[in-house]
């Protein structure tokens, strides 16, 4: 399953400088860079390439501005990942970027899943803006230098 990338560019439709398109091999330098400039903990540049297939790329100025990893079987699809690059935070491009990824979603999907650290009130906030409510909480799910991190589990109701 994919996303219907003719929907999510027609959302970004109204910000002309932006568009939204699968990652292939060649993209990995550039996903992997921005990777380890804005996680604490990034994926390896294998784990980026097997992934390769669900990575979806948030193009502007000509360049890659953000890329985020869905992964989408049957009835749910999953955000593993989304980023954007450390100079780009903070001006509406995360909230943009996946409100066109959930427009894009399969018609097949009814509900979108993520995980986030509890200590990520940024990205939990631009989740909560976009619909999705905390589900769950894992304990000790994430690494934290030598200790071990929360996750909170959150969903979003695609179908009614
Ligand atoms: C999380 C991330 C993708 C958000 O993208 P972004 O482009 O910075 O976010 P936006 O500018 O679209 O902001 C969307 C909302 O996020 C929150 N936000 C953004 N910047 C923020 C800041 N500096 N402080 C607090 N909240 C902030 C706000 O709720 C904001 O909405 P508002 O502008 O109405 O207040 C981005 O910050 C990022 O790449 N972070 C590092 C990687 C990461 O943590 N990914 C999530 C892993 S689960």
Do not use: W
């Not at 955000?79 to 996946?98: D, Y």
């Not at 409100?99 to 509890?118: D, H, K, M, S």
């Not at 894992?138 to 690494?143: A, E, G, L």
Request: hydrophobic share 40%; glycine share 6%.
């Amino acid at each position: 399953m994919a996303l219907n990338i003719a929907v999510v560019n027609q959302v970004l439709k109204r910000s002309q400088e932006y568009s939204i398109r699968q990652a292939v091999i060649e993209d990995l330098a550039q996903i992997s860079a921005i990777e380890n400039n804005t996680s604490s903990y990034p994926c390896s540049y294998q784990q980026l390439h097997d992934c390769i297939e669900s990575t979806y790329l948030l193009i502007g100025d000509n360049r890659l501005l953000g890329f985020a990893v869905i992964v989408m079987v049957e009835k749910q699809a999953e955000l593993h990942t989304i980023a954007i690059e450390p100079q780009k935070q903070g001006k509406g491009l995360g909230s943009l970027f996946l409100t066109a990824i959930v427009a894009g979603l399969p018609t097949a999907v009814e509900q979108f899943y993520l995980e986030v650290r509890v200590s990520n009130y940024r990205a939990i906030r631009l989740y909560h803006q976009l619909g999705f409510n905390k589900i769950a909480e894992r304990k000790d799910y994430y690494r934290d230098g030598l200790g071990r991190e929360d996750a909170i589990v959150m969903a979003k109701q695609c179908k009614l």
